[in-house]
């Protein structure tokens, strides 16, 4: 099993649907903006463990402490899978999560051996 001793950077998955898109694509690139983090491709369906259609922002772990609570407190209608990138998908996708709004079931089954 690979060791999980080290946090990487978090990636924070913004969830959404035909209908809050364009508000997480505004949260999104805003957050890019305020905090000068990566992000991803908007998928319009569901990707890779994600249920949803998602957008993964980046966090390196020092910007944690800024990004995460300001998600918090200005994500609207748009849902958050946080994880921390260990090296270990399987924990840093099952035991190492957190959510802000409603929480779904991942599919794991990929990072099953």
Request: proline residues 6%; charged residues 25%; glycine residues 4%.
């Amino acid at each position: 099993m690979k060791s999980t001793n080290t946090i990487n950077s978090y990636h924070a998955h913004a969830y959404y649907s035909d209908t809050t898109i364009e508000e997480a694509k505004t949260l999104v690139h805003l957050a890019k903006e305020k905090f000068d983090v990566e992000i991803g491709r908007f998928h319009e369906k569901p990707v890779g463990p994600h249920p949803e259609w998602s957008c993964q922002i980046t966090v390196p772990p020092e910007k944690f402490s800024s990004l995460i609570p300001w998600l918090a407190l200005n994500r609207g209608n748009i849902n958050f899978f946080i994880h921390p990138e260990t090296g270990n998908d399987l924990i840093d996708h099952t035991e190492h999560i957190m959510w802000l709004g409603k929480s779904f079931e991942l599919n794991i089954d990929m990072f099953k051996k």
